[in-house]
């Protein structure tokens, strides 16, 4: 049982006036603001100035939780590691948008629910098709989410449960076609339609992949392997796809555009592009005997090494192991991947060696992933996609928490202006 607020106090002693003020400690946290009881004759309340938000928690949260040092991760109290081994896909999004696991009877009803809105309106198409031949799927993938806000106008009326849960249920159900659309479009090849028959991850491989057969039959350990891809990266906790799709959100904003938000914080290459910075890193190796001269470049500053060390993560990305894993199932389907071996060495090195040890640079979810999308035949520009169509549950999971969230206002952050004040405006004539 989770112990309830914990209150303890802070005493900040303010150095330019003598003054001292007790601020509340809840939950080992301070509220910013408590903080503007500090202040100076004259002067503005006292603020955090925390770029990144390298130190600040905007918001309470139940859905994950991290232990960096620790290398833990869980959804809802649950180790990512048993729900990888032992759950589906679409089990682990009950769990994060509902906050317990599904009985058998919840299970079949809410796989129910998402198989009866796989289909897109046929208007989509007509949007899909107006995309440039070699636009970016994902720059797809955020523009068809986007515009089902317009498909389904009464989702601002989210506040209402039922409405609520019918977009969630829509956009995780709809997301998968909308991306493997995006895929075929880029490829030229006619979109498949969602085959109700099949499981998640099955449907979305037959979307991606069926060509004249009547049948698309994947193989099992490769839905296993992309079913594990997709609980690996439903949610994780408050990173900058989660803060957009809050922070948008928090404007009282339709469902559909608060995740097209998220979509475009993750089709940055600072965070859903690592993948392809690791498959470029390796081809750029080339073979395993260039390792070592490699290291020396990283640690002489004139290479990176990709796939290594995490904002949060002090100790081995638990997400890595788990990949790394599925790509040994993987590769009996596909065939190895020659990388393999370079990324395998390259870990083995820097695992052991004092310089990467020292900086806790352990592989990150980043490291394996990108060779089980090559794998299985993704171009790189489609990893991203991959990476959004099952966090899209987390983000829902963030949403709706935070709608139910009394404490939650709109975002607006202070800024530390620096500029310049009080100039009188000169004439043309006179410039």
Known sequence: MTEGPTTDTLTVRDNRTGTEYEIAITDGHIRAADLKQISIEGGDPLATYDPGFVNTAACRSAVTYIDGDAGVLEYRGYPIEQLAENSTYLEVAYLLLNGELPNSAQLDTWVHEVTNHTFVHENMKNLMHAFRYNAHPMGMLQSSVSAMSTFYPEAINFTDPEVRQLQITR??????????????????????????????????????????????????????????????????????????????????????????????????????????????????????????????????????????????????????????????????????????????????????????????????????????YEALQFPPEMFTVLFAIPRTSGWLAQWQEMVGDSDQKIARPKQVYIGERTRDYVPMNQR
């Open 171 to 372: 956009m995780i159900a709809k997301v998968p076609t909308l991306g493997a659309w995006a895929f075929r479009h880029s490829q030229g090849k006619p979109y498949v339609y969602p085959d109700n028959d099949l499981s998640y991850a099955e449907n979305f491989l037959a979307m991606l992949f069926k060509m004249s057969e009547p049948k698309y039959e994947a193989d099992p350990r490769l839905v296993k392997a992309l079913e594990v891809l997709f609980i690996l990266h439903a949610d994780h906790e408050q990173n900058c796809s989660a803060n957009a799709v809050r922070s948008v959100g928090s404007s009282g904003v339709d469902p559909y555009s608060a995740v097209a938000a998220g979509i475009g914080a993750l089709y940055g290459p600072l965070h859903g592009g690592a993948n392809e910075a690791v498959l470029r890193m390796l081809r750029r190796i080339k073979t395993t005997d260039n390792i070592g001269d490699f290291i020396e470049g990283v640690k002489a500053g004139k290479e990176k090494l990709m796939g290594f060390g995490h904002r949060v993560y002090k100790n081995y990305d638990p997400r890595a192991k788990i990949i790394k894993k599925a790509t040994d199932e993987v590769f009996e389907v596909t065939g190895k991947n020659p990388l393999l071996d370079i990324a395998t060495e390259l870990e083995k090195i820097a695992l052991e060696d004092e310089y990467f040890v020292k900086r806790k640079l352990y592989p990150n979810v980043d490291f394996y992933s990108g060779l089980i």
